[in-house]
């Protein structure tokens, strides 16, 4: 149902951009986000966009990370600038009833993730 893409290893003070695709009703009925996981720690809220096209970020993210969506790819992209080692993690992309939800427990669907590795 989702599908993240566009992980991988840079240095710190890097970017790199992750799309979620989605083919299915999903990507217009639901509000989509993104979550991150570090080993040994709980998954975390990132990003995320409204209905109305809102956008909202963690104080973490907040500032570096940008997300949008493209209606004719049906993506949702997560632009990440000035990547630090603390932003190492999986990332998932996850749908949601509910727009403004912020916890995994809220989401319905996921990706299979998408390594991101900040490291010198």
């Known amino acids: 149902q989702l599908m993240e893409s566009g992980g991988g290893s840079v240095q710190p003070g890097g970017s790199l951009t992750l799309s979620c695709a989605s083919f299915?009703?999903?990507?217009?009925?639901?509000?989509l986000g993104w979550f991150r996981q570090a080993p040994g720690k709980e998954r975390e809220w990132v990003a995320g966009?409204?209905?109305?096209?809102?956008?909202n970020f963690a104080d973490s993210v907040k500032g570096r990370f940008t997300i949008s969506k493209d209606n004719t790819k049906r993506t949702l992209n997560l632009k990440m600038n000035d990547l630090k080692p603390d932003d190492t993690a999986m990332y998932y992309c996850?749908?949601?009833?509910?727009?403004?939800?912020?916890?995994?427990?809220?989401?319905?669907?996921w990706g299979q993730g998408t390594q991101v590795t900040v490291s010198s």
């Open positions: 996850g749908a949601a009833p509910v727009c403004g939800s912020y916890t995994s427990e809220e989401y319905d669907y």
């Open positions: 299915t009703t999903i990507f217009t009925t639901y509000c």
């Open positions: 966009m409204d209905s109305d096209g809102s956008t």
